[in-house]
């Protein structure tokens, strides 16, 4: 007879890219998850979504394992914190914690993700997706703006919009991560560094006085730019609010940049000039939607501080 492997070998395996490693420590502790989902919620289908959420979590954070012996447990935490987000109806600023189940503090959920095998394997998953599905994923669990208030302003669609889109996309994702363990994957790496350069160019350009031209290189002719509510068409808005921002002494600081097929997320520091320092809200995120290598459609959006 051969053994079942521990839960440390399924950790040590899934950390160094073993894709099946993970799904059999889900399949494992799956039905005590779901038991702890029913302990808070009941026997309603938000129990499914928060078991569907503290899996992605749970796979997002394998890096952050303090103690392998300890999986259970963890996804346990995660799985009863999971739960009780889907008690509030406002939903935090951060990410859902990952409870501190054998996790140890230490790099961030992304800087995790970029460093261990399984990121393209997820990654290439993601690029599964339809692009609202994308927008809605990478928003809730790599960016800063991840409330369910914050996501809904972000892609102008109503908070119920939002949990639905969410909901579809942790079932969708479940089931294209069991297929595409065995596919070949990208390199997700590389394509956010190639995004994060392109950023880097856009905004460079900005101060050199070139944001026009390099709009021109970038971006779709009938780009649509959407702000506040409102839609244009064409990237003359675009560059005259950037040149207006500009002129008022305000300038952008290039910070996270998340990337998947379809969509880019850029988010920034506002500076606001030393003499005004109220003038401008403290951030802005840019939702651009790629075609190709061109920028087909940009939303801007301030987070909440």
């Known amino acids: ?11 040590t395996a899934a950390r160094s890219g073993d894709a099946d490693a993970f799904g ?12 702890v989902a029913w ?42 914190n999971a739960s009780r987000m889907e008690l509030r109806s406002a939903r935090p600023t951060e990410p859902l914690d990952a409870g501190t189940a054998g996790a140890a503090p230490g790099p961030t959920p992304e800087e995790v ?48 919009t939002v949990r639905s889109r969410l909901s579809q996309a942790r079932r969708l994702l479940g089931e294209r991560l069991a297929v595409t363990k065995f596919l070949a994957h990208g390199d997700a790496v590389g394509m956010v560094a190639e995004r994060r350069s392109m950023a ?13 031209e390099t709009l021109t290189e970038i971006t779709v002719p009938d780009m649509v730019l959407s702000s506040g509510g409102r839609h244009a068409v064409g990237r003359t808005i675009l560059a005259d609010m950037m040149e207006s921002d500009l002129s008022a002494g305000v300038r952008q600081r290039l910070g996270r940049v998340t990337a998947s097929r379809q969509l880019t997320i850029l988010e920034c520091d506002l500076l606001s000039p030393p003499e005004d ?12 939607t790629m075609s190709g290598n061109r920028i087909s459609r940009v939303r801007l959006f301030h987070p909440a501080a």
């Open 1 to 11: 007879m051969v053994e079942a492997p521990t839960d440390a070998e399924l950790v």
């Open 24 to 35: 059999q420590l889900v399949a494992r502790y799956r039905s005590s998850m779901l038991a």
């Open 39 to 80: 302990s808070v919620l009941g026997w309603r289908a938000e129990a499914e979504d928060a078991v569907q959420e503290a899996t992605l979590i749970g796979l997002r954070r394998l890096g952050e394992l303090r103690n392998p012996e300890a999986v259970g447990p963890w996804l346990r935490s995660i799985t009863r």
């Open 113 to 160: 993700l970029d460093e261990h095998a399984l990121h393209d394997w997820i990654w290439t998953a993601i690029n599964e997706l339809s692009e609202p599905l994308q927008a809605a994923v990478l928003l809730r669990y790599f960016s800063a703006a991840n409330s369910y208030a914050q996501i809904a302003a972000a892609c102008g669609v109503p908070i119920g």
């Open 200 to 212: 880097r160019y856009l905004l460079g350009s900005a101060q050199e006085g070139r944001f026009r």
């Open 277 to 288: 320092p109220e003038h401008c809200p403290p951030a802005v995120l840019w939702l651009m």
